[in-house]
């Protein structure tokens, strides 16, 4: 039992060394709320699905590190964005503006949806043509009718299959 209680001390321990430091706040809470404001709007470039605000990686370490610098040299927060848009292009906007080079942002996903349909469409269609559709002769209806007759019989008298 002692042993069992040393080991998990001592990897709750090394847990506790390993771990991480909080990212420090800004000294001013004005300054640390409008970094979140910036950073919310922003995507993380290495998560892509998370805001900078919410990403844990280096790279949204040292980006909210990069905007705390900017925020103190007195920019605007439309400095920044455009900084940031400069540096690493409009994906790093969570919602990049409508221009002909981002048209494949907005677009794209509905052009993909509606060729996947047209395709699905036309993939249906050309099965059910191609379906071979066979006409019973008399003495396979026949047969048939011979089938479900017994069949119906042996449900009648109990027996099951």
Not at 11 to 17: C, D, F, K, Q, R
Request: overall charge neutral.
């Amino acid at each position: 039992m002692k042993s069992i209680f040393l080991v998990l001390a001592s990897v709750l321990y090394l847990h506790a060394a390993y771990a991480n430091n909080a990212a420090p706040l800004a000294d001013d809470p004005v300054t640390e709320q409008r970094l979140i404001s910036i950073s919310e709007e922003m995507r993380c470039l290495v998560c892509q699905n998370e805001s900078l605000a919410g990403s844990r990686s280096d790279l949204a370490n040292d980006l909210r590190r990069e905007i705390r610098t900017l925020i103190k040299e007195g920019k605007s927060d439309e400095q920044i964005r455009a900084f940031m848009v400069e540096r690493y292009g409009d994906f790093v906007l969570y919602r990049p503006p409508v221009k002909p080079i981002t048209w494949l942002l907005w677009i794209g996903p509905f052009v993909i949806l509606a060729i996947g349909i047209a395709f699905l469409m036309f993939y249906l269609r050309r099965r059910n043509t191609m379906a071979a559709t066979k006409v019973l002769s008399e003495a396979d209806n026949q047969k048939i009718d011979a089938l479900l007759n017994t069949l119906g019989k042996n449900d009648r008298d109990g027996i099951h299959g």
